[in-house]
């Protein structure tokens, strides 16, 4: 009896360290983790960056869509009308007004968050984001680099993609009106 509760202690002891080992070997994960199927090459961006400090965006716009577009916070599900948005138009970035998304890529998700199939080619830029441990891809605008939204492999077909955006990071314009001027 006694042998088989050493035997359950350095079991349990072996149990710990390789899960100690385990945790110890999270930072490592980004390295040795295979790129996410939903990572979207939608082209590469075709419009010049703006290379702005963030700090310019400040008075640009109100403290909840900076610290979306610019410290990479994520609104409320099912707190912008974006979400229910279903005129034709266009969803432009929020900052500096680039145009993103198409008003015909938009479906609705049931998410609580605007979701499209597709952005705009050439539009976006993305990255990996370790934030929830598990990799996801990250989408910005291309030219002022605010922060979009994710992009995950659930959307419908043809493309089964779902570009998951905060309605904080966009304005929508109606077919009917003119863009607005590009910002920045």
């Known amino acids: 009896m006694h042998s088989h509760h050493t035997l359950s202690r350095t079991l ?7 899960g100690l080992a385990a945790l110890a070997a999270l930072p490592l994960l980004p390295a040795c983790t295979p ?15 703006l290379n702005k400090p963030v700090a310019f965006w400040r008075d ?15 609104e409320p599900p099912f707190s ?9 138009g266009k969803f432009v ?3 500096c007004h680039l145009p993103l ?14 979701s499209f199939t597709q952005p705009i080619s050439g539009h976006m830029a993305s990255k990996r984001d370790f934030k929830l441990i598990l990799p996801r891809t990250e989408y910005h605008c291309a030219r002022c680099g605010g922060h ?7 959307g419908p077909p043809p493309l089964g993609q779902r570009w998951c955006n905060n309605g904080l990071a966009l304005r ?12 920045g």
Do not use: M
């Not at 640009?60 to 994520?74: G, I, M, P, Q, R």
């Not at 998304?101 to 605007?114: N, R, V």
């Not at 929508?172 to 910002?183: M, N, S």
């Open 148 to 154: 979009q939204g994710h992009v995950f492999d659930d």
């Open 101 to 114: 998304f198409e008003s015909t890529a938009k479906f609705d998700s049931g998410t609580g968050w605007p």
């Open 93 to 95: 970035c929020a900052a």
């Open 80 to 88: 912008t009308p974006l979400d229910k948005e279903k005129r034709a």
């Open 35 to 49: 790129k996410p199927q939903a990572a979207p090459q939608t082209g590469a961006p075709t419009v010049v960056a």
């Open 172 to 183: 929508f314009v109606p077919q009917e009106e003119a863009l607005p001027e590009l910002r």
């Open 60 to 74: 640009k716009l109100s403290a909840e869509a900076y610290a979306v577009l610019f410290n990479e916070d994520t």
């Open 12 to 18: 349990s002891r072996r149990t710990t360290l390789r």
